[in-house]
């Protein structure tokens, strides 16, 4: 196969088509929020179900929003099939969310961290789908972005020049943890015969880290073994002698194969440890008659407040944690050519308490670059322009800036395997709307259709060089008025099993991403 042939045939991530309002009052707090997100879902079903639920649950995330009207819809079309791409669905989301809220902010004449700043969700808010959030870390994660915030507006003002433009941009973003209600996962540990550990799960290694990420987490677990790396033995994604500890998806690796070796690590120690508070040896676990190989389960169905989301009124709460992520990107904008050039990234992540910060960060600087290439060049619009590659706006290392700070809020996830949660999709949720948000912080034009290619910015800076105001995106039509849409499904509600986790909704996957 050619790797043109290769792009043709192969999934992508789903174009979304947005309209949406909000409104606030003369304080600076949100008062409504509306929006309509049609999704192109491709020539295949596969997913459609799953990722529909995103974008309304991951709209205007983590603020406080009093009033929420509504919709998602996905269509089949004879695009390629829309398929699993990091964060799935909810970058979607945020560039309406995120772009909206810089907007108001403008109309509002309030500072656009400070609009954040008044909108935030804190202790006992509910989100858009009247639940609690799991943790409420947006004023600490603000307060450690200010200083750099601060920083990065003055130096844009002290550098900003008639040639090349300056400017700063900002995105909240996030993402849920794990499938949803019905994920499951299971590893096994072995006692060996010379008193080493054997690890068996299907924690896939594609060169992220799942090999390392398996390790430390069995040794923690075992940590009153006192065993050194070399004493544990991985076995990994051979289905023939391994558990199913679940796919790669949801950033659900670490979360779920933590905690079931949390659950297994505590069956072998309970088997292991002796009257004393030593530990038997394989041969005393033999001679008295122990089993050695231990099974660990965990089933997010025991977490407590898990509600499936109901498809007629969007509310529940189906994933036990999240991950939270403040972005910030800085900006050059060369007026002759229009191309922009991100000149520093400072992301604030909070993602739990980190065992393995070189994994983390290894997430982070992947999902940050991803965001700038889906920002400013990645495309699939043009079958033969991007068919390979570099004509596909992939972005190479010279577009990424040197200069990307990451920022942890240390936040102990108590539902999480020691304290940690997921990490890898927080990262590339919202970034490039902070890209899209600082470009029209320095040059006045925004970008309403990616990528911002330097044609788009040219384009919209020449209108603005005859005087002339840019106008408004016109609004999308997606099928039938939103209105009449939600008036409908009021009308004609679609089944729904209730939160019996296990009962299909409307004869649909019960499984949520």
Not at 50 to 72: E, H, M, Q, W
Not at 226 to 232: D, R
Request: net charge negative; glycine share 10%.
């Amino acid at each position: 196969m050619s790797y043109e042939e290769h792009q043709h045939f192969s999934g992508k991530r789903r174009p979304c088509y947005s309209n949406g309002r909000a409104s606030c009052d003369k304080d600076g707090k949100l008062v409504a929020v509306e929006y309509d997100y049609g999704m192109d879902q491709g020539a295949y079903t596969f997913g459609g179900d799953d990722i529909i639920s995103k974008p309304s649950r991951f709209a205007f995330f983590p603020y406080k929003v009093p009033n929420v009207a509504g919709l998602t819809r996905i269509a089949i079309t004879n695009h390629n099939f829309g398929t699993a791409y990091r964060s799935y669905g909810s970058p979607q989301a945020y560039t309406l969310s995120e772009s909206l809220m810089d907007m108001l902010a403008e109309k509002a004449g309030i500072d656009p961290f400070e609009f954040r700043w008044r909108n935030i969700a804190r202790e006992g808010d509910l989100n858009i789908n009247s639940r609690p959030f799991r943790m409420y870390p947006m004023e600490d994660m603000m307060k450690l972005m200010k200083p750099h915030y601060d920083k990065a507006v003055k130096e844009a003002r002290e550098k900003d020049t008639p040639e090349v433009r300056r400017g700063v941009g900002l995105a909240w973003g996030g993402f849920n943890v794990s499938e949803g209600p019905t994920d499951n996962a299971t590893v096994h540990l072995e006692l060996n015969a010379d008193n080493t550990i054997t690890k068996y799960d299907t924690w896939q290694e594609l060169g992220q880290g799942g090999d390392v990420g398996s390790l430390m987490v069995t040794l923690e677990a075992l940590k009153p073994l006192k065993l050194k790396p070399e004493q544990i033995k991985l076995i990994q994604s051979d289905t023939k002698i391994c558990p199913d500890s679940g796919m790669s998806a949801g950033s659900r690796s670490h979360y779920m194969n933590g905690n079931a070796t949390i659950a297994a690590a505590n069956k072998m120690l309970d088997a292991m440890r002796k009257p004393d508070g030593t530990f038997r040896t394989y041969d005393e676990m033999v001679k008295e008659g122990l089993p050695t190989k231990f099974e660990g389960k965990f089933a997010n169905v025991v977490t407590p407040g898990l509600s499936r989301l109901d498809p007629n009124t969007g509310m529940g709460d189906p994933t036990p944690a999240f991950t939270y992520a403040l972005n910030m990107a800085e900006v050059a904008v060369d007026t002759k050519t229009g191309k922009t050039t991100v000149t520093r990234f400072v992301c604030v992540a909070d993602v739990g308490r980190i065992g393995n910060i070189d994994a983390v960060n290894g997430q982070a600087f992947g999902g940050i670059s991803h965001s700038i290439g889906f920002a400013l060049s990645e495309d699939y619009d043009d079958v033969k322009k991007h068919s390979n590659i570099a004509g596909s706006g992939v972005p190479y290392i010279k577009d990424i800036p040197d200069e990307i700070i990451v920022l942890y809020n240390d936040n102990y996830d108590k539902t999480g395997p020691f304290g940690s949660s997921g990490a890898s999709e927080a990262f590339q949720a919202s970034g490039h709307v902070a890209v899209l948000n600082a470009i029209y912080n320095a040059c006045g034009v925004r970008v309403h259709e990616m990528p911002a290619t330097k044609e788009k910015v040219k384009a919209g800076l020449d209108i603005l060089a005859r005087g002339e105001k840019i106008e408004p995106q016109k609004k999308y039509f997606l099928g039938s008025d939103l209105y009449d849409e939600l008036e409908n499904i009021k009308a004609n509600p679609v089944p729904f099993g209730g939160n019996d986790f296990f009962k299909p909704i409307g004869g649909a996957g019960e499984r949520f991403f």
